[in-house]
């Protein structure tokens, strides 16, 4: 397998787990948002991801989403699942039950805690990948898995055979463009932080964004996509300073990222927000009026 197995690209948003008042995965808000992401322009989804709160959900609970996932794409776009995990017997177990439920793709991360050298980084894949035949969306997000996927290791790990992208969420745009430079004819190089950096990644090449803003955006995202590939600065330019401002708004005034992105989505009427699981808190007080105030500021919100 290489880039060229696969179809994937475009804006490809990385939804949210909604929970119910009990706590448990309400598979109709799920639904209902990946629903709306794809008749809006989304080329597919991405769940069990950091958004979707993966690190809460027991593996019965990650399986079980993957499988309400697919059922709610139904092959109208590409579905993309997180299962990753600290062992390889678990990431083995939770990617080949993705295969089986129908899911196109497994996004996998690093182990994270334990510091590893980018020689146990690569035999842990490479043992996954002979375990497992789903492709494999690579996952370099250093900030919250401690291990980082350098441009030379993810040129390295673009042998194993299942390997056929990488999503770069460093937040380092000289990695991002670095991975995309060593790599990109050999596999598929997605944008994380599409609201930070996505505009000027299209031109050089990306393949397209993974991000969770899309959850907000009535769009999914796809505008700044369309923009940027086909070369309106001036409108890619609009919407990349929004995206911007969105991420100032959801990490700064007491809030975090994902709780305010459910928050946000509420105010909006979207589904797939709701509660965050512990031991994230709900956005709540001050810096809910915040969001609020931002949100009508950006014109997102009347």
Known sequence: MDRN???WSGALPAVTTPFNDQGSIDDKALGANIDRLLKNGATGVVVGGCTGEFWALSHDERKRLYEVAAAAV?????????????????????????HKAGCDGALILPPYFVKLTDDEIFEHYRDVAS?????????????????SLSP????????????????????D???????????RDRIRVFCGPSSVYGAPAIPLG?????????????????????????????????????????????????????????????????????RPRPPLRPTVGVPLDGLRRGLTELGLLS
Request: hydrophobic residues 40%; proline residues 5%; contains cysteine.
């Open 5 to 7: 197995s696969i179809d």
């Open 74 to 98: 139904s092959g109208r776009g590409t579905l993309i699942v997180g299962t990753g995990a600290v062992t390889v017997g678990e990431t083995v177990g939770l990617t080949n039950h993705a």
């Open 131 to 147: 375990r497992t035949r789903l492709p494999i969306l690579l996952y370099n997000i250093p900030g919250n898995a401690v291990n």
């Open 152 to 171: 030379d290791l993810v040129a390295r790990l673009c042998d194993l055979d299942t390997v056929v992208a990488v999503k770069e969420s460093s937040g």
């Open 173 to 183: 745009w000289n990695n991002f463009y670095a991975t995309l430079i060593r790599v």
């Open 206 to 274: 990306a393949d397209g964004f993974v991000d969770c803003f899309p959850n907000v955006w009535p769009d999914g995202g796809g505008p700044l996509y369309e923009a940027a590939r086909r070369g309106d600065a001036a409108t890619a330019a609009k919407l990349q300073k929004t995206g911007r401002l969105l991420t100032d708004l959801f990490t700064s005034g007491g809030r975090t990222l994902y709780p305010a992105t459910k928050a946000a989505m509420d105010m909006l009427g979207y589904p797939g927000g709701g």
